[in-house]
C-alpha cells in the first residue's frame, strides 16, 4: 500500500507544487509499485512543430518521480530532485503525455527513479521519451 494517497499528493500540489497546474498536470495512478501522471496538453504546451515541448516532458516526469518517491517513503515534502536526465525518443503530436514512474533503488538518503513518457496514440511499448532521476530525502 502506497504511503500517500492521491488525494493527500493533490493537496500538496495545490499547496506547494503550481507548477502543476501551470503544466495541467493531474494524477492518474499512485501507487507503492509506480505512478503514473498526464499532462493534459494545449497549445501552450506545443513547441514548433507542433510537438509537446521538451519542458512541459521534464516536469511531467518531475512530478511523476516526486509521487513515486512519497508513495514510498510518506509526506516527505523537502525531498529534492539531485539529477534528471532525459532522452527524447519520438516525437509526440499534440495531444496529452503521460509519464509512468517507477523506483530503481529506494535508500535511506537518495532514491532513483525512471519513468516512461508516451502518448495513447504510441501506447507505453513505443515511449517518446526516457527520463531517469535521483531524489535526495532529507534526514528523518
Not at 2 to 15: G, W
Not at 69 to 75: K, R
Not at 85 to 95: A, E, M, S, V
Not at 131 to 138: A, F, K, L, R
Amino acid at each position: 500500500m502506497a504511503a500517500i494517497t492521491t488525494e493527500e499528493f493533490n493537496r500538496l500540489a495545490i499547496d506547494h507544487l503550481p507548477f502543476m497546474d501551470l503544466m495541467n498536470v493531474e494524477v492518474d495512478a499512485i501507487e507503492k509499485e509506480f505512478a503514473v501522471l498526464r499532462a493534459n496538453c494545449d497549445e501552450k504546451s506545443l513547441r514548433p512543430g507542433g510537438t509537446v515541448a521538451g519542458p512541459v516532458m521534464m516536469g511531467l516526469a518531475d512530478a511523476a518521480f516526486y509521487a513515486i518517491v512519497l508513495a514510498n517513503i510518506g509526506m516527505v515534502s523537502l525531498a529534492v530532485t539531485t539529477n534528471l536526465t532525459i532522452n527524447f525518443l519520438r516525437k509526440p503530436g499534440p495531444g496529452d503525455v503521460y509519464c509512468r514512474a517507477t523506483l530503481l533503488k529506494l535508500g535511506k538518503r537518495l532514491a532513483v527513479c525512471e519513468g516512461l513518457i508516451y502518448t495513447e496514440e504510441l501506447g507505453i511499448e513505443k515511449p517518446v521519451a526516457h527520463v531517469t532521476g535521483t531524489y535526495s530525502i532529507p534526514p528523518s
